[in-house]
């Protein structure tokens, strides 16, 4: 049986990646704390291709809600001058909490 949230079905990893625009890849990956998350990304983009970066949302991979973010040197780019065999992380972050408050001077 599908998960069913206050919308309806939650959807799989391809109606997520259409939803986000221009996606249109995904993977398994960790969060900046470890925690499993799918990698949403556009594979091709002029960005990409330019500077041999990648940026990936990341995702729950069982309720698609946003666990943070991240940037990747790919794999033949170069980095500090050396060619890079594999795809080298270099920045990331992660939402660890949050919440809806009604006074700006609450912490969640």
């Keep these: 049986m599908p ?3 206050a919308a309806g079905p939650i959807p799989g990893p391809v109606p997520v990646c259409a939803a986000v625009a221009g996606a249109a890849d995904h993977r398994p990956v960790k969060d900046a704390i470890g925690r499993p998350a799918l990698a949403v990304y556009e594979p091709g983009s002029t960005f ?3 500077l ?3 940026e990936e ?3 729950d991979p069982k309720t698609f809600e946003y666990r943070g973010e ?3 040197y790919l794999a033949g780019g170069k ?3 050396k060619v890079t065999t594999k795809d080298t992380p ?3 972050s992660a939402l660890v909490k949050a919440a809806v ?3 700006h001077s609450l912490r969640p």
Excluded: I, W
């Design 70 to 72: 991240r940037k990747l």
């Design 101 to 103: 408050l009604d006074n």
């Design 57 to 59: 949302l990341l995702l």
């Design 3 to 5: 998960d069913v949230g």
């Design 52 to 54: 041999n970066l990648r």
């Design 79 to 81: 980095l500090d001058g």
């Design 48 to 50: 990409t291709r330019d």
């Design 90 to 92: 270099v920045r990331g």
